[in-house]
């Protein structure tokens, strides 16, 4: 599996916008990337997902490089319930999806 | 709708003790099913997956095992804890393009 690289940790204001980046500079072309999150003593939860275009839904905006090579996930307004650690993952079959999970990035949102 | 149940919530157990850890899936059938566990202050591990009824695949070699004796149900077992299995347990569903987990079960080998 293609890898991904975040970096550790992040912060941001409440109530302004979060870009979170993900380098993928090896994904493939039937690479779908996945951006999951995990609150504190909670299962991680889905967040949005994309191939090729930019996705928009009620969690998240998620924007891929023309290349592929990068993604960004953005929060348009930081919420504290926001603070939680965010996974890029690479997801190539449908049907089968073992998720790797790699370190993430830790989001913390400052009242 | 869909829900995913895990229990105990909490476990602490001595070294050598055995371990059930048991995940029930409501709402959809045919699931596929997966366990991930998370040390402290660490990424989530895959541990065992499965596609069906007594069909488990072993992601990591370790003294845990995995049983799926019927097709929402799927059991994390252990006949001998070692302090290296404490953790935060996580049983997962996936449907199309998501997966969807559990509430986690916290287990401290003391």
């Known amino acids: 599996d293609a890898k991904t690289t975040q970096p550790n940790s992040m912060e941001s204001n409440e109530e302004e916008p979060v870009h979170l980046p993900c380098n993928h500079s090896?994904?493939?072309?039937?690479?779908?990337i996945h951006w999951y999150r995990q609150l504190p003593s909670q299962g991680p939860e889905y967040v949005i997902h994309g191939l090729t275009s930019n996705v928009n839904n009620r969690m998240a905006s998620l924007a891929i490089a023309e290349d592929r090579k990068s993604s960004t996930l953005i929060l348009h307004r930081a919420t504290l319930r926001d603070a939680a650690v965010y996974y890029c993952?690479?997801?190539?079959?449908?049907?089968?999806?073992?998720?790797?999970f790699g370190t993430g990035t830790r989001l913390t949102i400052i009242p | 709708s869909q829900t995913i149940h895990q229990w105990p919530a909490t476990l602490v157990q001595p070294v050598g003790s055995p371990l059930s850890l048991e995940c029930t899936v409501e709402?959809?059938?045919?699931?596929?099913l997966y366990w991930y566990r998370q040390a402290a202050g660490r990424g989530l591990q895959l541990l065992f997956y499965?596609?069906?009824?007594?069909?488990i695949s072993s992601e990591v070699p370790q003294n845990l095992s995995a049983s799926r004796p019927q097709d929402r149900q799927f059991i994390l077992s252990s006949k001998k804890l070692l302090l290296s299995d404490s953790g935060f347990y996580l049983c997962?569903?996936?449907?199309?393009?998501?997966?969807?987990f559990g509430p986690g079960t916290r287990l401290t080998v003391t």
């Open positions: 709402g959809t059938s045919n699931p596929n």
């Open positions: 997962a569903w996936s449907r199309n393009d998501q997966q969807y």
């Open positions: 090896t994904i493939s072309g039937t690479d779908y």
């Open positions: 993952i690479l997801l190539t079959n449908f049907g089968n999806e073992k998720l790797t």
């Open positions: 499965s596609v069906g009824i007594g069909q």
